[in-house]
């Protein structure tokens, strides 16, 4: 600790808090919304950029700002800590979000308004709240002369919530310079406070995260009159498959992230969590349990169909399009029983293909995040546990850096955090913000 006398450390504090919060809704008010159609995507990530670019530049740090194609901007700004020999963090949040189309919103959802104490607007937890976190605390630590202890890659990036092409993707594959020497990164997914027992709260850390992968489904046959059905009619054998898909259940992996999780918050919370009680244990967790209970099984999800154009004509062929979440090292055992599943009959293509990440549960980051969260809410418990989702990590995990999703918010029981991603309404406590600020300063720092 350094010896600055309290008031001055109360009021930088103070002003962290405050530019946290500020700094989150000016970036809520800058519609990036990504469509994922190049056709209808505008500059809003570029200007987004360009403000966290001024942002940082005005408490001089530097950065270099990227942009593989027009609009779609990324910013990087590196910190030096004190210990060069220690790999770099790399921090991350990217600053495109969802569209709004087709939903009710009580609030304009670029507005930025505040309520009753809750902050409104699409990105108020996915993720504008950590992009406006980690740029307040950057600048904290340049005004106040704080040096963390390893280097600090700041990323603000574009495209994520359409597989990161033209954001994390590419500057793995462009630009790995910007990431040299980085060992760990920390984002999303995770960090929001869940009950535990007698008023005690868990903070789930992500150390895995699933893998995301397509397929495509084909069955080939002959193609005729309508009036003429045959026994091997595509569309039939095609929509038996893809009806076993939909019943069949993976069995259930213990992965280290998953088994992890059900060792610190069973033995907090006295549950076994043991085969046989495994479902109702995890029904017992409440807003957790949805999260928790998808990060058991690999699952496989028709999504797309294809077939015919015409009432009276047998089609000659019939596709089926599957969204597939596998767990980490399962990507084999997943093909062979899905393969197993659908038959001889019809055709598998594996199309894009994202393995799990899977980081080390036991790792000194997971000590600082536990340290952090026990000085801003004490007793309570930083658990591991397994993202069922998939996040930038996976592009960062291709330079050998582990990834983490740890966002810190401390929410009232009862507020689903992971039930706002993507939804009308997004919000969040500005309470919550203003502990996330102080939190991500002390992970920042010591990390
Ligand atoms: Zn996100």
Known sequence: MSSRFVPQLDHALATLEEEAIELTRDLIRIDSVNTGVAATIGDGETRAALFV?????????????????????????????????????VVHAHLDVVPVEGQEWTHPPFG??????????????????????????????????????????????????????????????????????????????????????????????????????????????????????????????????????????????????????????????????????????????????PLIGASLRNTATPTVLEAGGKTNIIPAEASARLDIRVLPGQDDALRDELRAVVGDDVDIRWGRWWSATEADVAAPLLDVLQAAIDAEDPGSLVVPYLLPASTDNKHFARLGIAGYGFVPLRVPDGFDVFGQFHTADERIPVASLAFSARTTERILRDA
């Open 112 to 289: 930025a308004e505040v309520h009753d104490g809750w902050l409104y607007g699409r990105g108020a937890v996915d993720m504008k709240n950590f992009a406006g976190t980690i740029l307040a605390t950057a600048r904290h630590f340049a005004r106040e002369g704080i040096v963390p202890d390893r280097d600090l890659v700041l990323a603000f990036l574009a495209d994520e919530e359409a597989g990161g092409v033209w954001g994390a993707g590419w500057l793995v594959e462009n630009r790995p310079d910007l990431f040299a020497g980085a060992t760990e990164a920390l984002s999303e997914v995770g960090g929001f406070s869940i009950p535990l027992v007698d008023g005690r709260r868990a903070y789930p850390a992500a150390t895995s995260e699933k893998g995301v992968a397509w397929a495509t489904l084909t069955a080939r046959g002959r193609a005729g009159h309508g009036s003429r059905p045959t026994a091997d009619n595509p569309v039939v054998r095609l929509a038996r498959a893809v009806a076993a898909i939909g019943e069949h259940r993976f069995p259930v992996v213990r992965t280290a992230a998953v088994d992890a999780f059900l060792r610190a918050y069973g033995e907090a919370r006295g549950l076994s969590f043991g085969d046989e009680t495994l479902e109702a244990d995890i029904d017992s967790l409440g807003l957790a349990a």
């Open 53 to 89: 670019q001024a942002r940082l530049a005005e408490v001089g740090i530097a950065s270099e700002l990227l942009e593989p194609r027009a609009g779609r901007a990324s910013v990087i700004a590196r910190i030096p800590g004190r210990n060069p020999d220690r790999g770099a963090l």
